[in-house]
């Protein structure tokens, strides 16, 4: 089995890569605009410098490959409030060219690499999958673009496909100190420096967070499980604020630190929670292991 993962240098795309480097072929392009290549230390695979917005370097990429994990993108949401063309060109752009060049290519099935940011700030909670999508963010609109894009291919025969609705993921090899860090790693940074945790807002946001193995094991599930076509919600299922994720950080890390409350952050929204019904239902099975993995993300930032 051969496999190609876009953004496989990044923070998701490694641990795809991780958990299929011993029995399959694995192939990553990544143009390293956020990613690391030592991301991929000790995995084995092949890495190709590109962009996906490159024709010929995609069509380079896509040689006999079976399966596609498509992650790589603009990723973050005050990124893409500051420059939505550019946002658009790699997401939606990128997307419809990976896709192209996946079907003529002949490959079985691509996993498109989505998010919850497309349900927006819709009060109903936990979110569904039939909702009606209502992004409030460039990023979020593209991201719904790279789902109707999948759908179409889909529906028109040229390529079987399946959209992962992420929410908020964490784990090893996140990036603490990337100008738009996640609040995991940032916060498990300044709490092992005795530093105060910085909050976006009151910090009564909600959040369903999802340890990064499983959104890798979802991944790989739902690329070869060829009954799943549509899109799926993958998240923990169940909710926190951002005030009581900093107490368990303060706590893991041993931390003195204190929380300090600064302004809300652009195109944020308020709450998110998942509902999973979906996922389960495809079969796929994952243990509730959010302390545990978050202790284990703690020791990962400790060690470095
Ligand atoms: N981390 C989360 O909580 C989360 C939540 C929802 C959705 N997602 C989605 O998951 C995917 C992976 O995100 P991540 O958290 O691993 O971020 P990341 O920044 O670590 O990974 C993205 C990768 O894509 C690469 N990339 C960017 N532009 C590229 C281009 N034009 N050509 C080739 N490679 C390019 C980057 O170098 C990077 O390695 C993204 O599509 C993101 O939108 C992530």
């Known amino acids: 089995m051969k496999i190609l993962v876009t953004g496989g240098a990044g923070f998701i795309g490694s641990h795809i890569v991780e958990q299929l480097h011993t029995r399959a072929e694995v192939r990553v392009l990544d143009n390293l605009a956020s990613g690391f290549r030592h991301n991929l230390d000790g995995l084995r695979c092949e890495f190709i410098a590109g962009s996906v917005l490159d024709r010929i370097v ?26 939505p063309e550019r946002c658009a060109e790699i997401n939606t752009r990128g997307t419809s060219l990976v896709l192209e060049e996946a079907a003529r290519a002949g490959v079985k099935k691509l996993a498109f690499s989505s998010s919850a940011a497309i349900y927006g700030n819709s009060p109903v909670m936990p979110k569904v999958e039939t909702m009606s999508p209502e992004p409030t963010s460039p990023y979020g609109a593209t991201k719904l673009e790279g789902e109707r894009l999948c759908e179409q291919f889909t529906l028109q025969g040229l390529l079987a496909t399946v959209a992962l609705r992420y929410f908020n993921v964490f784990g090893p090899r996140q990036n603490p100190r990337s100008q738009y860090a996640a609040a995991v790693p940032a ?8 530093e105060p945790l910085v909050i976006h807002g009151d910090g009564e946001q909600t959040r369903d967070f999802v340890p990064v193995q499983m959104v890798a094991a979802a991944n790989i599930f739902l690329a070869t499980e060829s009954a799943a076509t549509g899109v799926f919600n993958v998240a923990g299922g169940k909710a926190i604020t951002i005030n009581q994720l900093a107490r368990q950080i303060q706590d893991l890390a041993g931390s003195a630190s204190e929380l300090q409350h600064g302004v809300e952050r652009a195109g944020d929204v308020k709450h998110s929670c998942a509902n999973i019904g979906r996922l389960r ?24």
């Not at 380079?60 to 420059?83: C, G, I, R, T």
């Not at 959010?290 to 990962?300: G, N």
């Open 281 to 304: 239902a495809a079969g796929f099975v994952w243990p509730d292991d959010f302390a545990t993995r978050l202790r284990a993300t703690v020791d990962f930032l400790r060690a470095k």
């Open 58 to 83: 995609v069509r380079q990429a896509m040689a006999n490959v079976d399966y596609v994990f498509h992650l790589a993108a603009m990723v973050s949401v005050p990124e893409s409030v500051q420059q």
């Open 187 to 194: 916060f498990i940074e300044r709490a092992l420096r005795s």
